[in-house]
Structure formats: C-alpha cells, structure tokens
T-cell receptor
Framework: NAGVTQTPKFQVLKTGQSMTLQCAQD?????MYWYRQDPGMGLRLIYY???????DKGEVPNGYNVSRLNKREFSLRLESAAPSQTSVYFC???????????FGQGTRLTVV | KQEVTQIPAALSVPEGENLVLNCSFT??????LQWFRQDPGKGLTSLLL?????REQTSGRLNASLDKSSGRSTLYIAASQPGDSATYLC??????????????FGQGTILTVHP
C-alpha cells in the first residue's frame, strides 16, 4: 500500500527554471493538498483540491500553479523558480468525509 | 487567522521518562486535532487524530487529549524510548466540509530521548 507518492525526492533548479512536482495517491481520497515546510515557519498550505476538478489557494500560493489531473494525481508547478522557493514540499490527501490527512515523503527543492 | 503554538520547542529527556507535549490554538470553534511525527529528512506520520466531538485518543504509549474550551491539546508519551526521538507536530483542521486536510500546523517540538 503506497499511500501518497511524490516525485522527485530531490531537485536542484537554477533561478528562472520551471518544474513540476508530481503527487499521486492510491487511497481513493477526494481531497489533495500541497504544503511547504521551511525552518522556523512550519508547514504552510500552498494549494488544495477539495475534489476532482476543483482547486483553491491556500496561505502561500504566489509563484505556484496546480493541476488536479484526475482523482489520483495533483501536481504543483513552479513556472519561474526563485531562491525563496527553496523548501521541502509535501503532498497530502484526505478522504474528504473523514478528517485524517496522510502525507507523502516530501520533495526537497533547492533553487540556486 | 488560525494560529497553532507548540511548547516546548525542544525537549531532551532520559529514557524511561513520561513526558507531555503541548499544543494551543486560537480558534476552538471548529477543530479536529492531529498529531504527527517527523523523523529527520522524512515525511509526516500520523500518530493520533482527535475529532471535534472527542476528548482523547490513545495508541500504545501515546495519549492525546483535546480541550476545546481552553484551546489546548496535549500529547502524553509514556515510558519514553530513544526511538521516540523525532519532531512532533500538531495540526488543527476544520470540523466539517470536504477539506479536512486543510491543516494549520504548529512549528513542532523536537524531542530527544537519550539512553
């Protein structure tokens, strides 16, 4: 049972480059989320998708876009990476009718 | 804006001690409270979930309580072991709707249990 799978696990980008972080869950969950974790700031919500076909901004959406490709997959795109986007990114999912959230292993992104 | 605070920021204890980690939140009206464990360089592992209608949950040596009236949750770890060393995060979420994973996190308590 894989749960929530994120790819890649590590990535180094140059300023201005673009990339997409992938997330897939196999728990048939309706809702999916992207968080970033920074030292001293805790985890903060970037975007979320309450159900397939819907997406909404979280606390820190600037510089990011998301796509809910289908019920299983939710991707996060950085169009023009900036050093301020150096962080660890976590994808999560929840059933939507039950409160427990499940997290992936994270993507460690460095923008130089 | 919802805020979640965890005290202490770091805790170092000898093996065998019972310990309490604290979490406080500003909005007690709508809450499920979830405790997570995070090992260095790893993801978040869900430990316990207390739904808004509940007062506490237990799993093995772990017990979490929720007092909505005071806006506080505690995680009690009995007979601590070196393997319990990790960062413990609490997170509060909405009590209803389709966005249960829309969590507000505390900054965590770094726990070190030394032999």
């Amino acid at each position: 049972n894989a749960g929530v799978t994120q790819t890649p696990k590590f990535q180094v980008l140059k300023t201005g480059q673009s990339m997409t972080l992938q997330c897939a869950q196999d728990m048939n969950h309706n809702s999916m989320y992207w968080y970033r974790q920074d030292p001293g700031m805790g985890l903060r919500l970037i975007y979320y998708s309450a159900s397939e076909g819907t997406t909404d901004k979280g606390e820190v959406p600037n510089g990011y876009n998301v796509s809910r490709l289908n019920k299983r997959e939710f991707s996060l795109r950085l169009e023009s990476a900036a050093p301020s986007q150096t962080s660890v990114y976590f994808c999560a999912s929840s059933k939507g009718t039950a409160p427990e959230a499940f997290f992936g292993q994270g993507t460690r992104l460095t923008v130089v | 804006k919802q805020e979640v605070t965890q005290i202490p920021a770091a805790l170092s204890v000898p093996e065998g001690e019972n310990l309490v980690l604290n979490c406080s939140f500003t909005d007690s009206a709508i809450y499920n409270l979830q405790w997570f464990r995070q090992d260095p360089g790893k993801g978040l592992t869900s430990l316990l979930l207390i739904q808004s209608s509940q007062r506490e949950q237990t799993s093995g040596r772990l017990n979490a309580s929720l007092d909505k009236s005071s806006g506080r949750s505690t995680l009690y770890i009995a007979a601590s072991q070196p393997g319990d060393s990790a960062t413990y995060l609490c997170a509060g979420g909405p009590a209803g709707g389709t966005s249960y994973g829309k969590l507000t996190f505390g900054q965590g308590t770094i726990l070190t249990v030394h032999p």
